[in-house]
């Protein structure tokens, strides 16, 4: 799940509590699944019950268009209610204005750090087969199943169907809901799982690694070959073979580093930053740049990434740091995995210290700093408050007609010079 104004819009998978649920069907790991069904109100408002029966009613024949059986969708909808905990849970979602390096004390923590090793030791044989098959590093694996999951301790306490149902019926985004509640039915229509042991998140996210259905139907593999692709048992194989199936049909490129913290000389400019500004390693060799744990950058096309600015850590990042983008767009989520894979590989800390005392603009400055971009003829494409693409470039035309380091980085500083101007 950044120290920019970016950091501000990370998708983090949420780490719900577990709780204890009925029981169920025998796991590939010969443990019983936990079902569970949580975060109901005992006493729903009645309105919103009738709501969603009627809605129910009115989407099975879009399901059953859609290829589902008439036996799936009564199966899967037979306990189905109203669960305002789902609305709860979607409504509370509250900015995320970390850093980037108060984020890392987490995602790499020394206990995580610790825990992922010990999973690379007890998981071996088959991360091993995994790596062999997919050629995406098994640390990465590793290092997305403890952000999504802390191995799996962490997968989600609500029933699927229902959450999909209340969020498709009440929430924001119904059209993208409705689609995953689609695919929810075709997961369980394939027979990978049923509606009772199919539980995540409020969102839609199960299993170790938090799929959503879509992604599920796109990318999960049954690695152990009893035919069901199952991501939500004790067993993390499936999910951490799909998880790898992921990275690998996004792009990842065997033995390229998914980035590496550099060094940048002395009087650099930044003006070559950006993560679409791809150079080859011998033309960033020849810009004086340099490995921060010494040595030479490796070769390879890559893009100069600079999440604080020329205040904080500098990064190549190649190919794989996009392949892990597909898994989630947030800047702090790709570093948190890379950065996590590497200590897992036996790397330290990083090794440039964090500007002191800086702090994530909240979604009123990052408007504001758009807007006043805008009105002085850089355009950032609106003022949403989101920081992507043309507020970096138009950040980076002011700061560089001003005579400062182009870096991008929409800091307070950047933000009080803005105000003025």
């Given at each position: 799940?950044?120290?920019?104004?970016?950091?501000?819009?990370?998708?983090?998978?949420?780490?719900?509590?577990?709780?204890?649920?009925?029981?169920?069907?025998?796991?590939?790991?010969?443990?019983?699944?936990?079902?569970?069904?949580?975060?109901?109100?005992?006493?729903?408002?009645?309105?919103?019950?009738?709501?969603?029966?009627?809605?129910?009613?009115?989407?099975?024949?879009?399901?059953?268009?859609?290829?589902?059986?008439?036996?799936?969708?009564?199966?899967?909808?037979?306990?189905?209610?109203?669960?305002?905990?789902?609305?709860?849970?979607?409504?509370?979602?509250?900015?995320?204005?970390?850093?980037?390096?108060?984020?890392?004390?987490?995602?790499?923590?020394?206990?995580?750090?610790?825990?992922?090793?010990?999973?690379?030791?007890?998981?071996?044989?088959?991360?091993?087969?995994?790596?062999?098959?997919?050629?995406?590093?098994?640390?990465?694996?590793?290092?997305?199943?403890?952000?999504?999951?802390?191995?799996?301790?962490k997968r989600g306490d609500l029933p699927l169907i229902e959450a999909l149902a209340t969020l498709s019926y009440d929430g924001r985004r119904a059209d993208f809901f409705r689609q995953q509640l689609i695919g929810?039915?075709?997961?369980?229509?394939?027979?990978?799982?049923?509606?009772?042991?199919?539980?995540?998140?409020?969102?839609?996210?199960?299993?170790?690694?938090?799929?959503?259905?879509?992604?599920?139907?796109?990318?999960?593999?049954?690695?152990?070959?009893?035919?069901?692709?199952?991501?939500?048992?004790?067993?993390?194989?499936?999910?951490?073979?799909?998880?790898?199936?992921?990275?690998?049909?996004?792009?990842?490129?065997?033995?390229?580093?998914?980035?590496?913290?550099?060094?940048?000389?002395?009087?650099?400019?930044?003006?070559?930053?950006?993560?679409?500004?791809?150079?080859?390693?011998?033309?960033?060799?020849?810009?004086?740049?340099?490995?921060?744990?010494?040595?030479?950058?490796?070769?390879?096309?890559?893009?100069?990434?600079?999440?604080?600015?020329?205040?904080?850590?500098?990064?190549?990042?190649?190919?794989?740091?996009?392949?892990?983008?597909?898994?989630?767009?947030?800047?702090?989520?790709?570093?948190?995995?890379?950065?996590?894979?590497?200590?897992?590989?036996?790397?330290?800390?990083?090794?440039?210290?964090?500007?002191?005392?800086?702090?994530?603009?909240?979604?009123?400055?990052?408007?504001?700093?758009?807007?006043?971009?805008?009105?002085?003829?850089?355009?950032?494409?609106?003022?949403?408050?989101?920081?992507?693409?043309?507020?970096?470039?138009?950040?980076?035309?002011?700061?560089?007609?001003?005579?400062?380091?182009?870096?991008?980085?929409?800091?307070?500083?950047?933000?009080?010079?803005?105000?003025?101007?």
């Open positions: 799940m950044r120290i920019s104004a970016k950091i501000a819009t990370i998708a983090l998978t949420l780490a719900l509590s577990a709780c204890v649920g009925g029981g169920g069907a025998v796991s590939q790991s010969g443990h019983t699944p936990t079902v569970i069904k949580y975060g109901r109100d005992q006493n729903p408002d009645p309105a919103k019950v009738a709501g969603l029966n009627a809605w129910i009613q009115g989407f099975r024949p879009q399901a059953l268009a859609s290829g589902i059986g008439p036996a799936t969708f009564d199966a899967a909808f037979a306990e189905v209610t109203y669960n305002p905990e789902v609305i709860r849970r979607s409504n509370n979602q509250a900015e995320f204005t970390k850093s980037l390096w108060e984020y890392l004390e987490t995602a790499a923590s020394d206990k995580r750090v610790a825990n992922g090793r010990a999973m690379l030791a007890r998981h071996a044989a088959v991360l091993n087969q995994i790596e062999a098959t997919y050629g995406v590093d098994k640390e990465v694996v590793v290092a997305v199943w403890g952000m999504e999951s802390s191995y799996g301790e929810a039915l075709k997961i369980l229509q394939a027979g990978d799982t049923d509606a009772r042991h199919m539980i995540g998140s409020w969102a839609g996210a199960m299993g170790h690694t938090q799929f959503i259905p879509t992604s599920y139907l796109a990318f999960a593999v049954d690695f152990t070959g009893d035919g069901r692709r199952d991501i939500w048992s004790d067993d993390p194989t499936d999910a951490l073979a799909s998880t790898a199936a992921y990275l690998a049909k996004s792009g990842w490129q065997r033995g390229q580093p998914w980035g590496v913290e550099v060094t940048l000389p002395p009087g650099f400019t930044a003006a070559t930053s950006g993560k679409s500004a791809k150079r080859s390693g011998a033309d960033w060799r020849a810009m004086g740049i340099t490995r921060a744990a010494g040595g030479a950058v490796p070769d390879g096309q890559a893009a100069l990434f600079l999440p604080a600015g020329v205040k904080g850590a500098a990064f190549l990042i190649y190919r794989n740091f996009h392949a892990i983008e597909r898994y989630n767009q947030a800047d702090a989520y790709v570093v948190g995995v890379g950065h996590l894979s590497d200590r897992l590989k036996g790397d330290g800390p990083l090794r440039t210290p964090w500007p002191a005392g800086d702090t994530t603009l909240r979604l009123a400055e990052r408007m504001e700093v758009q807007e006043r971009l805008t009105a002085l003829g850089f355009d950032t494409g609106g003022a949403d408050g989101n920081v992507g693409p043309k507020t970096y470039a138009a950040i980076k035309a002011f700061q560089t007609s001003r005579g400062l380091p182009a870096d991008g980085y929409p800091d307070r500083d950047l933000l009080e010079l803005l105000r003025r101007s």
